[in-house]
């Protein structure tokens, strides 16, 4: 992923806010970043831009050849498909769909033949293969969490976006699901942008930038 000069926007009832202030970003195939800094730094918000779900002002995201700022809504959600994983602080699972229809619906979405075994090795993958029709309100904070990874990493994306993955998990909980995190990635090859404000999940990734006021910079 490249960005460049990216900006974003946003009025208000006292004007405009400047939330993201000409940020320059690379991420490599396969690499992890961290992103750490303080509540309404553009931490999420940036994560929004780069997912394609938030329009930005200004600047420039390419992401596999494509750039972001030209594609409409309907090839914004194809390449989100097909190329990005997000999991965010909130599970986002859909209440009435099973562990296993959950992680099958990206995949179905494609058109894969093969969404069903998939989406089972998927969840195998983060140890709930015992947990395939369960619905998500039967499922611990912890387990829907790993079957939003599951789902996550299904379509094999090649950029992984993690928003604050642990924040509605307990230490221990959420000490087994970033190891899966991590785990998955390594298996999948899979470039990493995680936003966290535990430094010690940070340290885990190649490298730590800090965001502050809308920009970005290298973190000591």
Sequence with gaps: MQVRGLELTVPSAAGPVNILRGLDLDIAAGEAVGMVGPSGS?????????????????GSVRLAGQELTSLDEDALARLRRDRVGIVFQAFHLIPGMTAL?????????????DAMDKARAGLAAVGLSHR??????????????????????????????????????DGATGTAVMELLFALRAR????????THDPALAARCDRILRIADGRLSDSA
């Design 188 to 195: 999948h090859g899979t470039a990493l942008l995680l936003i």
């Design 42 to 58: 553009g931490k999420t918000s940036l994560l929004m831009v780069l997912a394609g779900l938030e329009a930005a002002s200004a």
């Design 132 to 169: 395939l029709t369960h619905l998500p309100g039967q499922l611990s904070g912890g387990e829907q969490q790993r079957v939003a990874l599951a789902r996550a990493f299904a379509p094999a994306p090649s950029l992984l976006l993690a928003d604050e993955p642990t924040g509605n998990l």
């Design 101 to 113: 229809e959950n992680v099958a619906v990206p995949l179905e979405l494609a058109g894969d033949p």
